[in-house]
């Protein structure tokens, strides 16, 4: 039933994706976020609609009469810069053959980027967007949160199998930055009704995160939190829900649990934390002897030999900065971190400009939420090798999109002269 469900939905909607291709984006989000054909155990498993489903919004793209403007603001001219730097990374790969193969993966997240922020740049299309990515990855903190509470936090938390969130660590990683976007679905959602139940998924998405008994997820989830309060438009209301419910989940997880968040302060002593550190040290000096780095998927055995102070203990990055530095060399990190910085920097000049009038202070709310979610994103990568997932893209071209808003709103603004501070 799932297979004909997944099935009859998304070809149903692919005529009037040919007419209407911000639909398409909104499909695609869900087939890409839920990844709702990947619950199924028949055909839909791995039918590759959201590659249809990217066709469609193309073409429909190419037909469609609305204006296709890209508004090149400093973050989507670094992003450019780093695509063209990924490509010139992969030309140069150690391995050839699977740089190649992630390259194909990379570029599409991007084109997609590209024509969300091109489709998207309208309030109601980006409200939409936000509620297809929050209620998709929200689904498994719901999901994975009432799962953690039943077993008492016995077995850890994972996403949709074959999917780039399936892992304990990458779930933790996709809620944390889900999260802020509940958050302000929950203030700017008129029903009482939707506001208790976004506010049940959000705790439900804390629990979920500390159920995958990722360590990484929890230092991620606990930065997160804070710039949660800091930026959260009722502080005394949250500060207060945290310090009542906080403790009570804490004391609810298992003593393997409490052993294993342990090893934060210990990690000298445990073995999975200096493998980590091995591979850090590995992709440092690989950087520091090849100016385009290695390319995708350099984090092989052969590399080890040559750049690892243990040269038997291969690992993965597991940290989106030393994976950036690795396969894309100094460069490469000085775009990646240049890309959040600026982001993290435009988001707080919205969060200004916006609440100056009731027309755009759905803009600030918008900003602060994102500053949020990208702060944890940058929180947990540090542990985590989720450097090219599609959602922190997504949340770049949301900053873009609400600029390229704003703009237009001051713009066309009688009380006064055009105001582009950007």
């Not at 603001?73 to 670094?78: M, N, S």
């Amino acid at each position: 039933m799932r297979d004909i469900f997944v099935t009859l939905v998304v070809f149903g909607m692919l005529p009037f994706i040919l007419t209407r291709p911000h639909i398409g984006i909104l499909l695609w989000g869900w087939l890409g976020y839920m990844n709702p054909h990947k619950l199924s155990w028949g055909f839909a498993h791995d039918f590759p609609f959201a590659q249809i489903t990217a066709i469609f919004i193309l073409i429909g793209l190419f037909l469609s009469k609305e204006p296709k403007n890209i508004p090149w603001t400093i973050e989507l001219r670094i992003l450019a810069l780093f695509i063209l730097w990924m490509f010139l990374t992969t030309v140069f790969a150690m391995d050839q053959k699977w740089a190649w193969i992630q390259w194909d993966k990379v570029w599409k997240i991007q084109l997609m980027t590209f024509v969300t922020i091109i489709l998207m740049q309208n309030k109601w299309r980006v409200q939409a967007m936000v509620w297809i990515i929050a209620l998709s990855i929200g689904f498994y903190g719901f999901k994975g949160g009432i799962f953690t509470i039943l077993t008492g936090g016995a077995y850890a938390v994972y996403g949709p199998s074959g999917t780039f969130i399936y892992g304990n660590n990458e779930i933790g990683l996709a809620l944390i930055m889900t999260m802020p976007l509940i958050r302000y679905l929950q203030l700017t959602t008129e029903s009482r009704f939707l506001r208790q139940g976004l506010l049940a998924t959000m705790w439900l998405c804390v629990i979920a995160v500390i159920g995958t008994q990722s360590r990484g997820a929890l230092v991620g989830i606990v930065v997160m939190g804070v710039f949660l309060v800091l930026k959260s438009r009722k502080k005394l209301l949250m500060v207060l829900l945290m310090i009542l419910l906080l403790p009570v989940i804490f004391n609810f997880m298992p003593e393997t649990w409490h052993s294993r968040m342990s090893t934060i302060e210990t990690f000298e002593q445990d073995k999975s934390a200096m493998g980590r550190i091995n591979a850090w040290w590995m992709a440092f000096n690989l950087a520091k002897d090849n100016f385009f780095g290695g390319g995708f998927q350099c984090f092989t055995g052969k590399n080890f030999l040559v750049y690892a102070p243990d040269l038997l203990d291969a690992h993965d990055a597991h940290s989106i900065y030393f994976e950036v530095l690795a396969e894309h060399g100094f460069i490469g990190l000085t775009l990646f971190l240049l890309l959040g910085v600026l982001t993290l920097f435009s988001a707080r000049r919205l969060i200004k400009e916006a609440k100056k009038t009731e027309e755009t202070m759905w803009i600030s709310d918008l900003a602060a939420m994102l500053q949020v979610s990208i702060m944890g994103y940058a929180a947990s990568g540090a542990f985590l090798g989720l450097a090219y997932f599609d959602l922190y893209y997504h949340l770049i071209a949301f900053v873009v999109i609400c600029k390229a808003i704003l703009i237009k709103q001051q713009e066309s603004s009688l009380r006064s002269p055009p105001q582009n501070s950007f």
